[in-house]
């Protein structure tokens, strides 16, 4: 019955400890900001090797233990503080500031020197245009230069050609894969590698903007109010027939050739266009999307995203509406994951694009009915792609995409209004998927906390705060485990007792079984008990007057503290016991001097464990035959041992572990 409860006991505590720990969840954890005002324009900028806090007078790094106290060197106080930007590409860390005055400053940024300005004094006047990194390097953009930067300082004399491209008015870079175009006052330019060029247009062309570019694994494109151009290898635009002149290219996009549409599709503001192998461009056949937003390939499925709703290109290649996506709704914004693509429509719903061609019922969470609040506005949603998967911020919560195909509300995730999830740096995603998601509102920064080993000591008290019912069963479960664990080690296994008893206070687990005998009663059957006791439970733990006494010693004195010190008495009876005489003919036992007598009235009255061992053909004897002092042996039941067999033994054996409390557990013999 015990084992059964023990076994419940087990099971109960188990399974509270199992869901206490499988309930222990993601959870957003406000982080100490130092003792400034961190204004409406905080911002944390995460990067490869730690966090940055801008506030509205200062930038800290986040020291080892988690706050940010550590000002950044290298900008005065109040000093142009607020950053705009965060860069971390592959040849460092670039921070750009700026302040309500015109003036702003491009920093490298490293933990061990803080900032050091890149532009210099005249440079910061109005003139930084936008960094951007290719594979062949990191180049800053003004108005009238282009800065390399190479390990975090700018290259003189770097670019080649450099005078061909006339450099007043810079505008309209557009990057793509491995180059750059951009506009000047009267030339259009390309810089790749670290190489300089004037593109050509045709006939006099003139490019009055520059509304997009796109590089494939063949060719590269650009598109403005003048049309749509393919570079050659002379740096020489093409002029690409089947487009109108007043077509504003929105998109630029490379698919697979399995579409049997060529390798590009250009997206304008009317309608969708493939470039086709004949060098023109063709309209895709099938409904008419109007103006294009975006287009998203998945898994060779093409999706594209415009104002008349969610339009997918079909196995003949041919654009069809997908029906009951965005009616009576125009697009919020969209977000490419790794879950899909998610479409948030100002009609209240979000969809999830997949590379199944279809949109499944369950990755169609109404604002409704699927975590998200009724009163939420979705024109005040945004979707990021994290490390931690898909997170969609509202205006007063955050959430995330479940495994179950629904948003759910991250635990502490309610953060009252004004939810921002900050921004992955710009080439961040480049250098490391690796990045600490953070979130801003209206009452601070929170951080993203993965589980309790993502938790420092001071944020721990905040953890237990929002998961204080788990926290509570794994306690619970957990005292209740020990206490079953310490029960049935103190009733089972009381050797445990024995062991800690033997660490701290040795003599006390010395002498833990006393023999009392008379000599000329059972004085063999006494000595072959103590040796087999011996053998199972160790020399030290037996006490018998002719082994454990030294000479000299004070007989009666010893032997009172041998049996104060035991846990149990073994009072061998033998046919010679209870009526042995001393010299004058009086029964010994009578005789309150009597070793024996003293042996066993000072167990009892001790209330000790003890054992009567019946020897040969003797009897239980009864009360009124002893004195009135031993009467309370009576009470005790005895083990008759006729003989010394090893069945008599071992039941004599298992009688002694189970009485006595100190006892480790017997050797087989």
Not at 123 to 130: D, G
Not at 398 to 405: A, K, P, Q, V
Not at 447 to 458: E, H, L, M, V
Request: with cysteine; proline share 5%; hydrophobic share 40%.
């Amino acid at each position: 019955m015990k084992a059964i409860t023990i076994l419940a006991f087990l099971i109960v505590g188990g399974g509270g400890l199992v869901w206490g720990f499988a309930a222990l969840d993601v959870c957003l954890l406000p982080i100490q900001l130092p003792n400034t005002d961190p204004g409406h324009s905080s911002r944390v900028f995460p990067y490869r090797e730690g966090i940055l806090l801008s506030t509205a007078d200062r930038i800290y790094q986040q020291s080892q233990s988690g706050n940010f106290d550590k000002p950044v060197r290298g900008l005065d106080r109040g000093k142009y503080a607020d950053v705009v930007e965060l860069f971390d590409t592959q040849e460092g860390v670039f921070i750009l500031t700026a302040s309500e005055s015109p003036r702003s400053n491009l920093y490298h940024f490293t933990a061990s020197t803080g900032l050091e300005p890149v532009l210099s004094e005249e440079e910061r006047k109005t003139k930084y245009r936008q960094l951007e990194e290719i594979s062949d390097g990191v180049f800053v953009f003004l108005t009238d230069d282009i800065v390399k930067l190479e390990e975090g300082r700018r290259t003189v004399g770097s670019l080649e050609n450099a005078g061909q491209c006339t450099m007043s008015g810079l505008k309209d870079a557009k990057k793509t894969k491995s180059l750059i175009l951009f506009r000047t006052t009267d030339s259009l330019c390309k810089l790749q590698g670290s190489r300089l060029d004037v593109i050509k247009l045709p006939n006099d062309d003139r490019l009055d903007g520059l509304d997009g570019a796109a590089e494939t694994s063949d060719d590269v494109f650009l598109g403005g109010p003048g049309g749509v151009y393919r570079l050659d290898g002379h740096n020489r635009a093409q002029k690409i027939a089947g487009i109108s002149d007043d077509s504003v290219i929105t998109d630029f996009h490379e698919i697979s050739p399995d579409h049997g549409l060529g390798r590009v599709l250009f997206a304008t503001t009317t309608d969708l266009f493939a470039y086709s192998q004949a060098g023109v461009l063709i309209g895709v056949p099938g409904a008419k999307p109007g103006i294009i937003h975006s287009m998203h390939e998945i898994g060779g499925v093409l999706y594209a995203l415009a104002s008349k709703g969610v339009f997918r290109l079909d196995e003949a290649g041919k654009l069809e509406r997908l029906k009951g996506i965005g009616t009576g709704g125009a697009i919020h914004t969209s977000s490419k994951t790794t879950k899909g693509v998610f479409v948030v429509y100002n009609d209240g719903r979000i969809y999830r694009l997949t590379d199944s061609g279809e949109i499944p019922v369950d990755a169609l969470p109404q604002s409704h009915g699927a975590g998200v609040e009724k009163d939420e506005k979705p024109r005040e949603w945004d979707i990021e792609d994290t490390r931690v998967g898909p997170l969609l911020a509202t205006d007063r919560a955050l959430y995330r995409f479940s495994e179950m195909n629904s948003w759910v509300l991250v635990p502490s995730g309610d953060l009252g209004g004004d939810v921002e999830i900050i921004p992955v740096p710009k080439i961040i995603k480049k250098v490391t998927v690796d990045v600490p998601v953070f979130v801003r509102a209206r009452n601070g920064v929170f951080k993203w906390i993965d589980g309790p080993s993502d938790i420092s000591i001071r944020e721990a008290w905040n953890y237990i705060a929002i998961f204080y019912k788990e926290v509570v069963t794994i306690v619970a479960s957990l005292v209740l485990i020990i206490w079953v664990f310490v029960y049935y080690s103190l009733y089972r296994y009381r050797w445990v007792r024995y062991y800690i008893l033997g660490l701290l206070w040795p003599s006390r687990v010395h002498n833990q079984i006393f023999i009392s005998y008379r000599r000329n009663d059972a004085r063999e059957q006494a000595f072959a008990i103590y040796n087999e006791l011996c053998h199972r439970f160790g020399r030290d733990l037996i006490f018998i007057d002719s082994e454990k006494l030294e000479y000299a010693a004070e007989f009666p004195a010893a032997l009172r503290k041998a049996v104060e010190q035991c846990s149990g008495l073994l009072a061998i009876i033998g046919p010679n016991w209870l009526n042995a005489k001393n010299e004058d003919g009086s029964r010994r036992l009578d005789d309150p001097h009597d070793f024996v007598r003293q042996e066993i009235e000072l167990a009892l009255d001790h209330d000790k464990v003890v054992f009567p061992i019946l020897r040969g053909e003797v009897t239980m004897p009864k009360a009124r035959s002893l004195p009135e002092s031993l009467g309370k042996l009576a009470d005790w039941k005895a083990l008759e041992l006729p003989v010394l067999s090893e069945k008599n033994l071992d039941e004599l054996v298992q009688s002694l572990f189970a009485k006595i409390r100190n006892l480790p557990p017997p050797k087989r013999s």
